[in-house]
Structure formats: C-alpha cells, structure tokens
C-alpha cells in the first residue's frame, strides 16, 4: 500500500501532477481495467500537460498584458465589426509569428484593438512563444529612464525589445515622438525586420504616422519597416467598452 509519505515523494521531486494521477488511480475503480502501460502512459501525460500549463503561465506573466485573460475565443463577432473568425483562428496558429512577419491592428478609440492584440499574444504564450506586451509611450519612457541613468541598462532594455520573439506595441502614435526616441524605434525594428514577430496597434493610418515622428527620412525609414508587407487588420462598428458597458446593464 502506499503511503502519503509515498506521495509526497511525487511532490519532493517535483512531479506532483504524476501523483495526483497515480493517487486518482488507486482511489478510483474506474481505472481497475486499465494495463500497467496505460495508467504509465496517463502518468506521464499529466506531468507533461501541467509542466506546459506552468509554461504558459510563466509566459503570461513575463507578457505583461494588461488584460491577460483576454483570448479570441471571446472575441465578439458583430456583423459590423468587420471580423473574419476563420481568419482570426489562423493567426492564432501563430505561423505568421513564427514566419518573422508585421501585424498591424488600426481601429478608432474603443473599437477593441487592444484587446484584440493582447488576445493574439495570449495565443503566442499557448504556443510557448515568448511575448512582450507594452505601449510606444511606455517603450520611449523606458529607455529615456536608462539612458539617463547612464548604468548600462539601455543596451538590455534595447535587445529584449529586439529580441522577444513577438512584440506587441500598442497605442502607437497616439502622440508625437522626439528625435531621439524615433531613433530608438528604428533601431528596435531594424533588428527585428525579418527575425521576430511584432504586432502594431493604432488609432492611425500608417500614413498618418508621419506626422508624429520628427524627420522625414526617420519616418520613411520607420513606415517601410512596419507596413511594408504587413499583416493588416482594419477593425471598425461600434465602440465596444460602451458596448460591453451596455450588456452588462442589461443583463
């Protein structure tokens, strides 16, 4: 007979989750008909399923999102809303991320492109890829901060932007960038052209972006980084936090 000393072992060598099967096995006749090989097999599938579990969790985490439960299973689907499910179902299949592509998500104030964008990084994470979620605002905040500080954490802070396998930058350019953050940006996407994944989302145009970035050869450079072979989402119908705010009010 076992033991809950015998269990425990499980959980002192951190393989609980064979435990926790191996204790159902022996508490429940279900699984009396099973060979020694099968219940092995079922071990080792629930090790395997919550070691991946813990995987995505981490990378959650590391994500940043500000919405994390955000997913497109619960993308709302309005007929004005311009959204193909079937097409949304395929980039979250993330080839397109693994295929080191641009994707851009353009909707006006509350038309959903952030959530929209969080719920195709949540993806990625399922897919065990390494995301990133932040704001330009947040990106120019943060290396103005590190380069002031003058302490070498601008170049780390500059490769993990270049470096995580998908980035996702929204609210990009909802307000003017300075020179020398439009150098910053450049450099961040340079890198990435071709080697990682990134997803744009913005209240503009991509032609509209012009007018936010200091230098007309900075913006060029930029733009022909980002939208040039790009992805592109164009998300119009109705502002859905007042939507949203609606349903739940009436349910």
């Known amino acids: 007979m076992l033991s809950e000393e015998d269990f425990d072992l499980f959980r002192q060598f951190r393989v609980k989750a064979m435990g926790d099967m191996l204790r159902s096995m022996v508490d429940g006749p279900a699984f009396d008909g099973l060979t020694f090989e099968e219940k092995v097999k079922m071990m080792l599938d629930a090790e395997l399923s919550a070691r991946r579990d813990r995987k995505v969790s981490k990378l959650v985490r590391q994500a940043r999102f500000k919405q994390s439960g955000a997913c497109i299973e619960d993308v709302i689907y309005l007929p004005e809303r311009t959204l193909n499910k079937d097409r949304l179902a395929r980039y979250a299949q993330c080839d397109w991320v693994q295929g080191c592509e641009v994707m851009v998500i353009i909707s006006k104030t509350g038309g959903g492109k952030s959530y929209l964008c969080q719920a195709l990084g949540n993806a990625a994470c399922r897919r065990l890829i390494a995301t990133r979620y932040t704001r330009l605002a947040d990106i120019c905040d943060d290396l103005n901060r590190a380069r ?5 954490s601008y170049f780390e802070k500059m490769d993990a932007y270049k470096e995580v396998e998908l980035l996702i930058i929204d609210d990009f350019m909802t307000t003017p960038i300075a020179t020398q953050n439009a150098v910053d940006l450049f450099e961040i996407m340079e890198a ?3 080697r990682r994944g990134t997803i744009i989302a913005s209240q503009l145009e991509p032609n509209e972006w012009y007018l936010r970035i200091e230098g007309e050869l900075m913006a060029d450079s930029i733009l022909n980084r980002i939208a040039t072979g790009a992805r592109c ?8 936090r007042q939507y949203l705010a609606k349903t739940d009010k009436e349910s």
């Open 148 to 152: 002031a500080a003058q302490d070498g």
């Open 233 to 240: 989402i164009d998300l119009e119908g109705p502002n859905m």
């Open 192 to 194: 990435r052209e071709g």
